[in-house]
């Protein structure tokens, strides 16, 4: 996380968030060598054989299509495609995104567009059909390549990340602490507040004809 995009007030937010990811996320090798790396990567080939480099150029070819609203299903599968086709189970996930209808997928694409936070556009995108977070940051990545990057199992092994929940619950743990000691409670009560709070206000479910209903707890 780089601290200039984020408040510098040591009482902010966002300021703890930068020093707690900051404290998780530390580059493995010298900054010097962050070049060089990258040169290995695009020397790489995916498993159709088409290098790295030419599938980058790729799928940000399709991202700015799609930013500039050709909201393809053919468009947004390349991007599908470039994250996944190396994996074991790509047949299985190529299946459950084609299952998508065109519609839905356009209308995700216009959600994730218009989304006011990250985890917005990130919760728009999953709901589709084969699309997990992992998949969703290489879209958004594809769309906005100045506003996010990729989560990937390489990229964490190489920050010494091997389990997601357990960096997320240092994340959240560090963000509690700083929120009790800003509020001048403890954290039994921030929590015990924070899942009233939640049982209080459930998610709200679609129907059908796109009205929305609480969900019954």
Known sequence: MVGCQF???????EAI???TSESLFVLPFAAQDLCHLEDGYLRRTTGS??????ADEIVLKVGRKIREGECTKSNLKKIFQWKNEDSRFWKKLEADFDSNPCERIATTL???DK????AEAVGALIKLSGVGVPTASAILMAIYPERYTVIDQLALRALGISNQEIAFYVLYNAACRDLAR???VCLRTLDRALWEYGKRHPPKRRTRNGSSYATPT
């Open 7 to 13: 408040g510098t007030s040591p009482n902010s937010r």
């Open 115 to 118: 989304a006011k936070s990250e």
């Open 49 to 54: 054989k088409q290098s790295l480099k030419t």
């Open 17 to 19: 968030a930068i020093m």
């Open 110 to 112: 216009a959600l994730a």
């Open 182 to 184: 800003e509020h001048g």
